[in-house]
């Protein structure tokens, strides 16, 4: 049974910094992607950066040199450190994972930016 489960988010004021957890709990071997979606109100659900398990990176551009995702495969857990946090940034963050075929998401974290 997987279950993925966040940490972090919260209120940050323009330029500030945060960082995402998520660990994916109830996983064995290779998880073949892992990363964060974001949806901010009226919005869609939008790719922010995932990470596979050769280390291969996809950024949104809207957050290219700004943020980095990162693995720990031992720990089972995916990061995103957010640097230069805009108000545009405000979202819900998913943690979302590709293992075995399938997606699986986070509940979300709510980040908001305050100018």
């Known amino acids: 049974q997987v279950q993925l489960v966040e940490s972090g988010g919260g209120l940050v004021h323009s330029g500030g910094s945060q960082r995402l957890s998520c660990f994916a709990n109830g996983t064995t071997g290779s998880i073949y992607v892992m990363g964060w979606y974001r949806q901010a109100p009226g919005r869609q659900r939008d790719l922010v950066a995932i990470?596979?398990?050769?280390?291969?990176?996809r950024y949104a551009d809207s957050v290219k040199g700004r943020f980095t995702v990162s693995r720990d495969n031992a720990k089972r857990t995916v990061y995103l450190q957010m640097d230069s946090l805009q108000p545009e940034d405000t979202a819900v963050y998913y943690c979302?994972?590709?293992?075995?075929?399938?997606?699986?998401w986070g509940q979300g974290l709510q980040v908001t930016v305050a100018s």
């Open positions: 979302n994972i590709y293992y075995i075929r399938r997606d699986y």
């Open positions: 990470m596979t398990s050769d280390d291969k990176t």
